[in-house]
């Protein structure tokens, strides 16, 4: 006898299946989604630097330290070029010599976004653009030009249909906002109101960030005998060396905690509280002249290290310990050219040929500048060098560099795999290391670079490894290992397969009941 519900209960089977594989799509896609939203360390890239790496160097060196997010003061097309295909997320920007032009046409500002945006995108991954730097305080002629060059960018990308991708913000100096301790009192500068307002306006309408450049090393320089230097490194404090906000009794262990929180009520006071504050510039110098007496590498070391805990931690501040401020650092490179007492030449994290200026302590953040580069790095050949080129170095390495190149020779463990670049490497880092790390001895004319990423594959243990007899094996990109984005693919091709089974299905069912 045929029950009459089989065909019913194949259908209900099948939909509940459908269902399920539709809701773990739409769980991959929120699970990138938030990745996309979590709190994150990048860098700024200046270019102001002698002997500046190429943009493909700095690709490498920005993969080899696992940095995923970038700024970018202009839309260099060789750098962009070489960001494509990366997974870095990259924020270009406008120089403010620029925005004459892009505030009084919109036939500018649309051509700028097709030539530095649409010809990129998304093979480089540009999230945001960053409309001129520090305008209101760094040339306040243009202010008035501001918001209509954002507005006709902003149009150009809505155009473009790229306007839920890529957010467009103007970088501010802190001084804009006025009395900002204790943050609860601070306000805008009310003589800038009249670009400020319809900024905030804009920033809310399009779910886009205000971006800060806060710098508790300047608020220290200037309030010393205030401002604790421990407050302003980050270092942990007994409750009585906590600052605290009498308005609102929020206890303060950190300044850039109390700068951002004053950017947040500076707001409130506009009735502003949907704008997120992104920090676009922070970090500490590691020289300075004799006026400069706290730009050293311990106290840059401390600052830049401890920011990054901090973000990682994702603690928020007093005001809003829900929301952590993403922060690019200031800077990757030490930009030897830039005019001004001598902390504006060493802002950098490295050196102009990519040999570190200090070894971070991130234990224990993730994989940001490598896992833990307190003692541990690496010197291995640059991407895109020639053979002959590494051939050549290789041999002095081996020769006159006096490196031991005995694992590399054929039947040893690092032979394989027998090519230049990687016989090249090995023999990098045994010279580095003998040298001690010395600055100049990952060089080899250029080819060479530093790494905190342990280069060790296999049974193959690279000299600079703490872990000699252990097989070690190089951190995973993060953004590739936390990425969702294949699975969440994979899930649609689950789905269509279930949309034909179900299509099939049912027309059996129908061609069974009639």
Request: charged share 15%; aromatic share 8%.
């Given at each position: 006898?045929?029950?009459?519900?089989?065909?019913?209960?194949?259908?209900?089977?099948?939909?509940?299946?459908?269902?399920?594989?539709?809701?773990?799509?739409?769980?991959?896609?929120?699970?990138k989604?938030?990745?996309?939203?979590?709190?994150?360390?990048?860098?700024?890239?200046?270019?102001?630097?002698?002997?500046l790496?190429?943009?493909?160097?700095i690709?490498?060196?920005l993969?080899?330290?696992q940095?995923?997010?970038?700024?970018?003061?202009?839309?260099?097309?060789?750098?962009?070029?070489?960001?494509?295909?990366?997974?870095?997320?990259v924020?270009?920007?406008?120089?403010?010599?620029?925005?004459?032009?892009?505030?009084?046409?919109?036939?500018?500002?649309?051509?700028?976004?097709?030539?530095?945006?649409?010809?990129?995108?998304?093979?480089?991954?540009?999230?945001a653009?960053?409309?001129?730097?520090?305008?209101?305080?760094?040339?306040?002629?243009?202010?008035?030009?501001?918001?209509?060059?954002i507005?006709?960018?902003?149009?150009?990308?809505?155009?473009?249909?790229?306007?839920?991708?890529?957010?467009?913000?103007?970088?501010?100096?802190?001084?804009i906002?006025?009395d900002p301790?204790p943050p609860?009192?601070?306000?805008?500068?009310?003589?800038?109101?009249?670009?400020i307002?319809?900024?905030?306006a804009?920033?809310?309408?399009?779910?886009?960030?205000?971006?800060?450049?806060?710098y508790?090393?300047?608020?220290?320089m200037?309030n010393?005998?205030?401002?604790?230097?421990?407050?302003?490194?980050?270092?942990?404090?007994?409750?009585?060396k906590?600052?605290v906000?009498p308005?609102?009794?929020?206890?303060?262990?950190?300044?850039?905690?109390?700068?951002?929180d004053?950017?947040?009520?500076?707001m409130?006071?506009?009735?502003?509280?949907d704008?997120?504050?992104?920090?676009?510039?922070?970090?500490?110098?590691?020289?300075?002249?004799?006026?400069?007496?706290?730009?050293?590498?311990?106290?840059?070391?401390?600052?830049?290290?401890?920011?990054?805990?901090?973000?990682?931690?994702?603690?928020?501040t007093p005001?809003?310990?829900?929301?952590?401020?993403?922060?690019?650092?200031?800077e990757?490179?030490?930009?030897?050219?830039?005019?001004?007492?001598v902390?504006?030449?060493?802002?950098?994290?490295?050196?102009?040929?990519?040999?570190?200026?200090?070894?971070?302590h991130?234990?224990?953040?993730?994989?940001?500048?490598?896992?833990?580069?307190?003692?541990?790095?690496?010197?291995?050949?640059?991407?895109?060098v020639?053979?002959?080129?590494?051939?050549a170095?290789?041999?002095?390495?081996?020769?006159?560099?006096l490196?031991?190149?005995?694992?590399?020779?054929?039947?040893?463990?690092?032979?394989?795999?027998?090519n230049?670049?990687?016989?090249?490497?090995?023999?990098?880092d045994?010279?580095?290391?003998?040298?001690?790390?010395?600055?100049?001895s990952?060089?080899?004319?250029?080819?060479?670079?530093?790494?905190?990423?342990?280069?060790?594959?296999?049974?193959?243990?690279?000299?600079?490894?703490?872990?000699?007899?252990?097989?070690?094996?190089?951190?995973s990109?993060?953004?590739?290992?936390?990425?969702?984005?294949?699975?969440?693919l994979?899930?649609?091709?689950g789905?269509?397969h279930?949309?034909?089974?179900?299509?099939?299905?049912?027309?059996?069912?129908?061609?069974?009941t009639?």
């Amino acid at each position: 006898m045929e029950d009459s519900n089989l065909p019913f209960n194949l259908f209900l089977f099948l939909s509940l299946l459908l269902f399920s594989a539709v809701e773990a799509d739409l769980t991959w896609e929120l699970k990138k989604q938030n990745q996309d939203a979590a709190a994150f360390i990048g860098v700024n890239i200046g270019t102001d630097t002698s002997n500046l790496l190429s943009p493909t160097a700095i690709v490498s060196l920005l993969q080899l330290q696992q940095i995923s997010h970038v700024r970018l003061y202009d839309a260099d097309p060789d750098l962009l070029r070489a960001l494509a295909h990366t997974k870095i997320r990259v924020v270009v920007g406008i120089p403010n010599n620029q925005l004459l032009a892009l505030g009084s046409s919109n036939a500018t500002a649309a051509a700028w976004i097709g030539r530095n945006v649409v010809a990129f995108y998304p093979d480089t991954l540009i999230t945001a653009i960053a409309v001129g730097d520090e305008v209101l305080t760094s040339v306040p002629s243009v202010g008035p030009l501001l918001v209509p060059a954002i507005e006709f960018l902003y149009a150009a990308l809505v155009a473009a249909n790229l306007h839920t991708q890529i957010k467009i913000s103007t970088p501010h100096s802190a001084s804009i906002v006025l009395d900002p301790f204790p943050p609860s009192q601070a306000f805008f500068n009310q003589s800038l109101n009249s670009v400020i307002q319809p900024l905030i306006a804009f920033l809310s309408r399009t779910e886009s960030p205000l971006m800060m450049n806060l710098y508790p090393y300047y608020v220290f320089m200037q309030n010393r005998g205030v401002v604790p230097l421990d407050n302003s490194l980050f270092k942990p404090l007994t409750p009585a060396k906590e600052e605290v906000d009498p308005n609102t009794l929020l206890h303060y262990t950190n300044v850039l905690d109390a700068m951002i929180d004053a950017v947040y009520f500076s707001m409130k006071n506009l009735n502003v509280t949907d704008v997120a504050v992104l920090v676009t510039e922070s970090g500490w110098p590691s020289k300075g002249d004799s006026k400069e007496p706290y730009a050293t590498i311990d106290n840059a070391n401390t600052y830049n290290s401890n920011l990054i805990k901090h973000v990682i931690d994702r603690s928020g501040t007093p005001l809003h310990p829900e929301i952590t401020s993403s922060v690019f650092i200031y800077e990757l490179l030490n930009e030897d050219l830039r005019p001004g007492p001598v902390s504006e030449a060493n802002w950098g994290l490295f050196y102009g040929n990519s040999t570190p200026v200090y070894l971070l302590h991130v234990t224990g953040s993730g994989t940001f500048l490598a896992n833990d580069t307190t003692n541990r790095t690496f010197c291995v050949a640059m991407d895109g060098v020639d053979s002959r080129t590494l051939q050549a170095a290789l041999d002095w390495a081996c020769g006159p560099g006096l490196s031991n190149c005995s694992e590399i020779q054929p039947g040893e463990v690092c032979y394989q795999p027998n090519n230049v670049k990687s016989h090249a490497s090995y023999a990098f880092d045994s010279y580095y290391q003998k040298e001690g790390k010395a600055v100049g001895s990952c060089d080899f004319k250029g080819i060479a670079i530093v790494t905190t990423t342990d280069p060790s594959h296999g049974s193959c243990i690279f000299p600079g490894s703490k872990k000699v007899g252990n097989i070690t094996k190089p951190a995973s990109n993060a953004t590739e290992a936390s990425n969702g984005e294949g699975l969440r693919l994979r899930g649609r091709g689950g789905v269509a397969h279930l949309l034909i089974i179900l299509v099939i299905l049912i027309s059996t069912c129908i061609s069974w009941t009639s």
